[in-house]
């Protein structure tokens, strides 16, 4: 059996788990605990606050140095989609495998896992390490039970690799998001007498119209990063909830909404140019996870380049775990197989093979060659 088809089959088992994000993901960590232990791996569980999911931190080597491979277990839900197949049955079509998660990102795991497997009979030079995370998907919500024990259990790796969907290309860069929720208040009363009681969802159309005039002053004259396809910060509501009955004027009214800004910007000073304060309005923290800014001038990159022939750098717009792991000192990039636009999140879902076949040769030369690309920096 070739890489590709040691890649084909993990990766079948991988999407045969049903692992949607806030789901329990237990039968996936158990296979793949099992998987690295015979694999010779040091091994740590880390369980979910709720026990109903649990991340991996996974060794092989010893000492620091190496290189951290990191993945998520969840995926995106199926629900409302239009599948032509089973999405958790993976399916082979031509040159492209098709199911939930192969581009985002079990497509990656599979390629990692594949080398993993290897240590044993032919151990690198220095650690090869992964970890697993839990509910990327719903904003980073597993990764921050995990970080604080990555550096004790693994040491401190000379890279850390993020694969999520690039095309294989190298990133270093996205923005971070803030994750609010504004519970709008009103008084409740009779429709008849409506000019006599405040509406909630009147407050709530007032502050989205405030969000929106703050996106145009944003792109106007905000600050401008032009490696991104929308080169400033974002402001963006996205749910509305509000009302029981059409004759009742509502008392309440919630509105979701998000900031994405640039590394450079914090998100408490966006936030600030908003009407926050009134009496008619609370609002809260949802989640938040932050940006990655790698440095583009590090030389350790043009030598990972070199060694391994993918094109970049490139920053992206969607948000990844890596900028927990560059908070912690650890120099981080975010490169992995498949495209996030025209596949993640999708329905028929899939992959090109030659993308994994690319994303295992690169697994396969940073490990060998890593120490070169150390030396020559």
């Not at 140095?65 to 599948?83: E, K, N």
């Not at 998907?137 to 550096?151: A, L, N, Y």
């Not at 009955?245 to 966006?270: D, G, K, M, Q, Y």
């Not at 030389?299 to 391994?308: C, E, G, I, M, R």
Request: hydrophobic share 40%; glycine share 10%; aromatic share 8%.
């Amino acid at each position: 059996m070739d890489d590709i088809d040691d890649i084909i089959e993990i990766l079948k088992t991988l999407v045969g788990f049903k692992t949607v994000a806030n789901e329990p993901n237990l039968d996936l960590i158990d296979w793949v605990e099992n998987f690295l232990a015979e694999a010779c791996f040091q091994i740590k569980r880390i369980p979910s606050p709720c026990g109903r999911k649990a991340g991996l931190l996974a060794k092989f080597g010893n000492g620091d140095g190496g290189i951290l491979y990191s993945a998520h277990s969840d995926v995106v839900s199926t629900q409302g989609q239009d599948w032509t197949s089973d999405p958790f049955a993976l399916q082979r079509i031509g040159e492209r495998v098709i199911g939930r998660g192969t581009t985002d990102m079990k497509g990656f795991l599979a390629c990692v896992l594949a080398q993993a497997r290897k240590c044993r009979d032919m151990p690198p030079a220095k650690p090869f390490m992964i970890a697993l995370s839990w509910d990327e998907e719903i904003g980073c919500r597993g990764i921050p039970h995990m970080i604080d024990q990555v550096v004790p259990f693994l040491g401190y790796p000379d890279l850390v690799i993020v694969g999520e969907p690039t095309e294989m290309q190298l990133c270093l860069g996205h923005k971070g998001k803030v994750s609010y929720k504004a519970i709008c208040y009103g008084e409740a009363g009779h429709s008849a007498l409506a000019p006599n009681f405040k509406n909630a969802l009147h407050v709530a159309a007032k502050f989205i119209l405030e969000t929106s005039d703050l996106q145009l002053r944003l792109a106007k004259s905000g600050t401008r990063d032009d490696a991104y396809t929308i080169p400033y910060s974002t402001v963006h509501a996205g749910i509305i909830r509000g009302g029981v009955t059409l004759n009742i004027v509502p008392a309440t009214a919630e509105v979701s909404f998000e900031i994405r800004h640039l590394t450079t910007e914090e998100p408490a000073n966006i936030l600030s140019e908003l009407d926050t304060n009134s009496e008619s309005m609370k609002i809260s923290t949802v989640y938040q996870y932050p940006g990655l800014s790698t440095n583009e001038a590090d030389p350790v990159w043009k030598s990972v380049q070199a060694l391994t022939n993918v094109p970049g750098p490139i920053k992206v717009a969607f948000g990844t775990e890596a900028g927990f792991f560059a908070n912690i000192g650890l120099r981080t990039v975010v490169i992995g197989p498949g495209s996030m636009d025209s596949d993640g999140h999708q329905p028929d879902e899939g992959i090109d093979i030659n993308q994994l076949r690319k994303c295992n040769d690169f697994c396969r030369k940073l490990q060998h060659g890593l120490q070169s690309v150390l030396r020559l920096n």
